[in-house]
């Protein structure tokens, strides 16, 4: 089933004083997938939202979002209507109990009582704010505050959820609760999620990604079809005798690097692992199969040469 485009992008531009932080980018996002928007530090996310969110102009492109022309009569507001944002620095109150904060952002918005008491319950639910509806903003978890400022974004109920960073500073397990968090709302809600991070194993869950670097898009796919172009699994090999096991690797003609005695030879898949692994047996005293990563592909993407 083909998806319905909920954002389009196309030679989108913005030159500040200094620099051009964005050089001509293009891409889609389909409605109620979850997006993630990679690049190392300065490679123009940031940028890019804030146009995407209306908060920036951009110097030249199109952009599309909901069926919307961003920079075109009306269509800002319209966008603005259509998205939730949530940055990295939180924008609510934080002498307000969280109850009051989302709906003093309802209301902002204009919805009708019955409209925000409705959306209040859909947030409420999606995001457990029963334990802290109730708790002044200002006193919460750092966890509990990234549900609020969900709860918040989404208080008018948009199709689209920006999200910029959203597990950055957390710790481990609230980071992995914060995560399931955003995970379950898009697949139960058919939301599209649009997020940038810097933990790759949480841009393994999307469904697409993008990677940003200094304004260029260098790659871009699913997470599985990423992994198969830049990483690769591994086999690490110690030798009861390295000598016996480097004539072996050269009579079999198997590339291979070596570093203090691990032997390190790049397989197709760990699957392939195996007939080495049977081929080589008496010479081996260990062996490690080591799979290829998220982690593995950022990296090998961010040392490749902007062309
Ligand atoms: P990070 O991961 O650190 O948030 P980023 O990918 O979001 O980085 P941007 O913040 O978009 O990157 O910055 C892209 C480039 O534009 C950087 O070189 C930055 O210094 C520059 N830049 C960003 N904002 C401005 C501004 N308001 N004025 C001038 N230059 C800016």
Redesign the pocket.
Known sequence: MKLKTIIQVENLRKA????E?VKGISFSVEQGTLFAFL?A???????TIEILCTLLKKTSGTVNINGYTLDSSNDNAAIRKSIGVVFQQSLLDERLTVYENIIHRGKMYGLSKQELAENYQFVSTHLNLNEIEKQKYGTLSGGQKRRADIAKALIHRPPLLFLDEPTTGLDPQTRQFVWQTIKRLQEDTNMTVFLTTHYMEEAAMAHKIVV?KQGEIVAEGTPDALKTKYAYDQLALVFHNSLKGTNWLIENNISHTEKQGIFTIRVQSTIHALALLKQAEPLIASFEVIKGTMDDVFIHIMKQEVS
């Open positions: 500040y004083a200094q620099e932080a690049g530090n300065g490679a123009g996310k940031s940028t940003l």
